[in-house]
């Protein structure tokens, strides 16, 4: 796709430049000019070659979607968040009543107190053991079972972090002694909730799932190009949206085509931050090539065309002078076009392209384009 562009790219400037080194004059007046209803305006420059029209969904990223789920059996005592509302990370989504969850805070606790004994044992032992008092069997049979309280506080502490607690529920839970007999559970992110999975006073088993949320900072465009047009798109195309301001870029194109519809997946990268689409929606989409050369835009109306080459007409003090383009490409009322063209000083004609031709050719201005 990028070998093709280029060769007619530089086919296009090679053509122009033969074409126009003989470009002739049209010698035309004011009056004449306002008599033929003759328009002018400026050249406009672009990158952009439009290459299809498709339609496309917004998808959230998989890795900015999350199921939150209960690890502990028990009873949904409340819900605290409904579909569409806006989270904070950390902020609450509902509560469990769980006998497995005190059980695991009583498991913590036990531990603590372990690690907690055998702390105040390994500092005596240690220092009767730096006195000589003591045998070195039984000192290292002391930093054994200090090791093993270490590690199963740990572990015991682990298992509540798993379970939904945060640090700081966990060092509450050990200055006070108290259990809490219901599970908090928060949300992993800051986005929206996409999906409510169960109900309050539902008997839930672990994992159960609770609800689908979604991090919006950053979004997808998901297209189905029918294969036998996959060609003419590439990684880097830009991708806007009818009626909207955000703009994508390709980052993937599929590499198996769908068997029910013969179509490729084709994935862009929202890049405006904040877009104003919401997940789910199917909007009309536009994908464009990047041209490495400038290229101009005009109306169709302005373009003129003989023996299958297209020319356009450029304002000078006496008249006109005719220039040759290349038509890249069309996309409704206008044309991607190349050629020797100044944009801060050329004015072409936008409309009545066809009556200059006629004189240009000394054909009337009856004639039409060819």
Same mark, same amino acid.
């Given at each position: 796709?990028?070998?093709?562009l280029?060769?007619?790219?530089l086919?296009?400037?090679?053509?122009?430049?033969?074409?126009?080194?003989?470009?002739?004059?049209?010698?035309?007046?004011?009056?004449?000019l306002?008599?033929?209803?003759?328009?002018?305006?400026?050249?406009?420059?672009?990158?952009?070659?439009?290459l299809?029209?498709?339609?496309?969904?917004?998808?959230?990223?998989?890795?900015?979607?999350?199921?939150?789920?209960?690890?502990?059996?028990?009873?949904?005592s #409340? !819900? &605290?968040?409904?579909? $569409?509302? @806006?989270?904070?990370?950390?902020?609450? +989504?509902? *509560?469990?009543?769980?006998?497995?969850f005190?059980v695991?805070?009583?498991?913590?606790?036990?531990?603590?107190?372990?690690?907690?004994?055998?702390?105040?044992?390994?500092?005596?032992?240690?220092?009767?053991?730096?006195?000589?008092?003591?045998?070195?069997?039984?000192?290292?049979?002391?930093?054994?079972l200090?090791?093993?309280?270490?590690?199963?506080?740990?572990?015991?502490? #682990? !298992? &509540?972090?798993?379970? $939904?607690? @945060?640090?700081?529920?966990?060092?509450? +839970?050990? *200055?006070?002694?108290?259990l809490?007999t219901?599970?908090?559970?928060?949300?992993?992110?800051?986005?929206?909730?996409?999906?409510?999975?169960?109900?309050?006073?539902?008997?839930?088993?672990?994992?159960?799932?609770?609800?689908?949320?979604?991090?919006?900072?950053q979004l997808?465009?998901?297209?189905?190009?029918?294969?036998?047009?996959?060609?003419?798109?590439?990684?880097?195309?830009?991708?806007?949206?009818?009626?909207?301001? @955000?703009?994508?870029?390709?980052?993937l +194109?599929?590499?198996?085509?769908?068997?029910?519809?013969?179509?490729?997946?084709?994935?862009?990268?929202?890049?405006?931050?904040?877009?104003?689409?919401?997940?789910?929606?199917t909007?009309?989409?536009?994908?464009?090539?990047?041209?490495?050369?400038?290229?101009?835009?005009?109306?169709?109306?302005?373009?003129?065309?003989?023996?299958?080459?297209?020319?356009?007409?450029?304002?000078?003090?006496?008249?006109?002078?005719v220039?040759?383009?290349?038509?890249?490409?069309?996309?409704?009322?206008?044309?991607?076009?190349?050629?020797?063209?100044?944009?801060?000083?050329?004015?072409?004609?936008?409309?009545?392209?066809?009556?200059?031709?006629?004189?240009?050719?000394g054909?009337?201005?009856?004639?039409?384009?060819?």
């Amino acid at each position: 796709m990028k070998f093709f562009l280029k060769n007619l790219f530089l086919y296009a400037f090679w053509a122009t430049a033969s074409l126009a080194s003989a470009g002739e004059h049209i010698t035309i007046t004011q009056q004449q000019l306002q008599n033929l209803n003759i328009k002018l305006d400026k050249i406009h420059t672009t990158r952009d070659i439009p290459l299809l029209s498709v339609p496309a969904t917004v998808v959230v990223p998989p890795d900015r979607e999350f199921i939150v789920s209960s690890t502990q059996p028990g009873l949904v005592s #409340q !819900l &605290l968040a409904a579909v $569409g509302d @806006t989270l904070v990370k950390g902020q609450p +989504l509902a *509560r469990i009543k769980s006998p497995g969850f005190v059980v695991l805070q009583k498991q913590f606790l036990d531990a603590h107190k372990q690690h907690s004994y055998y702390r105040s044992v390994y500092q005596r032992d240690k220092q009767l053991w730096q006195q000589g008092v003591i045998a070195e069997r039984r000192w290292q049979n002391t930093r054994k079972l200090y090791s093993e309280t270490i590690n199963a506080e740990n572990e015991a502490r #682990q !298992l &509540l972090v798993i379970a $939904g607690m @945060t640090d700081k529920a966990i060092e509450q +839970l050990r *200055r006070s002694g108290r259990l809490q007999t219901e599970l908090l559970i928060l949300s992993p992110v800051s986005g929206v909730v996409l999906q409510r999975m169960t109900v309050a006073g539902a008997l839930i088993t672990a994992p159960a799932p609770l609800y689908r949320v979604a991090s919006l900072e950053q979004l997808w465009l998901e297209m189905h190009i029918p294969q036998e047009r996959i060609d003419r798109i590439q990684a880097g195309d830009r991708v806007t949206i009818a009626d909207s301001s @955000t703009v994508a870029t390709i980052s993937l +194109l599929g590499q198996n085509v769908n068997m029910r519809n013969q179509s490729v997946l084709v994935r862009a990268v929202i890049d405006t931050p904040q877009p104003d689409l919401r997940v789910g929606l199917t909007v009309d989409s536009r994908i464009f090539h990047v041209a490495e050369q400038q290229l101009f835009k005009l109306p169709l109306a302005a373009i003129a065309k003989h023996e299958g080459q297209a020319y356009i007409f450029v304002r000078t003090e006496q008249g006109f002078v005719v220039k040759a383009v290349q038509v890249i490409a069309d996309e409704q009322a206008h044309a991607i076009v190349s050629g020797d063209l100044h944009v801060d000083r050329d004015m072409v004609a936008i409309n009545g392209a066809v009556t200059l031709k006629g004189i240009w050719l000394g054909l009337g201005e009856e004639e039409g384009e060819e």
